[in-house]
Structures are given as C-alpha cells and as structure tokens.
C-alpha cells in the first residue's frame, strides 16, 4: 500500500458531526469523518463504530 503524506490534523467546526471509531490494533477510541477513517496513535484503517 502506498500513501502520500501522513495523518492530518482538523479542526471540525461545530457542523461536523464526527462518528466515535475504535481502533481494533491498539484500542484508541476517536471520532472520525469519512469513509475510511484512519486511527491518530498508530495509522491502523482496522477500526470500529462504537
């Protein structure tokens, strides 16, 4: 898999409504936009609605 660049941080305006993600590798719970969200500790795509 190749990818350009790396994470990118966001800052949401209170419109966007994140959904809550946990990451299946490392557990990391986070809110996430799109329809790939990529986990922010360790880049894993592996992740779960909560």
Same mark, same amino acid.
């Given at each position: 898999?190749?990818?350009?660049?790396g994470p990118v941080d966001i800052e949401f305006n209170e419109r966007v409504k994140g959904t809550?993600?946990?990451?299946?590798?490392?557990?990391?719970?986070?809110?996430?936009?799109?329809?790939? @969200?990529?986990? @922010?500790?360790?880049?894993?795509?592996?992740?779960?609605?909560?």
């Amino acid at each position: 898999m190749c990818t350009v660049g790396g994470p990118v941080d966001i800052e949401f305006n209170e419109r966007v409504k994140g959904t809550n993600y946990r990451c299946k590798e490392c557990g990391e719970k986070f809110k996430g936009i799109g329809k790939r @969200p990529m986990c @922010p500790s360790c880049q894993s795509e592996d992740v779960e609605e909560v």
